[in-house]
């Protein structure tokens, strides 16, 4: 997933808004998640799914991919709004 925590490091404040909204957002499930935060960072969705964490029989693992990006989120929003 380095290329959407990567992305996140580097997220305008407007922008890390929008991904803790679609981080929140329960009605859809990871991997729209990943694909509208995608979308709003400007990355390949693809190369953020191929990266994303995945179970033996390769579908993303939910909790493991919105664990490591409410991390993140929760660095860059610290740093963005100080």
Sequence with gaps: MRTLLDAIKLAESEE??????ILKYKDIGIMRKLKSMS??????DNKVI???????DNRIIDFKT?????????????????
């Design 16 to 21: 890390i808004d929008g991904l803790w909204a």
């Design 66 to 82: 919105r664990n490591q990006i409410h991390k993140i989120l929760l660095e860059t929003s610290k740093q963005a709004y100080e």
């Design 50 to 56: 191929d990266e994303a964490p995945k179970d033996e």
């Design 39 to 44: 979308a709003l960072l400007d990355i390949d």
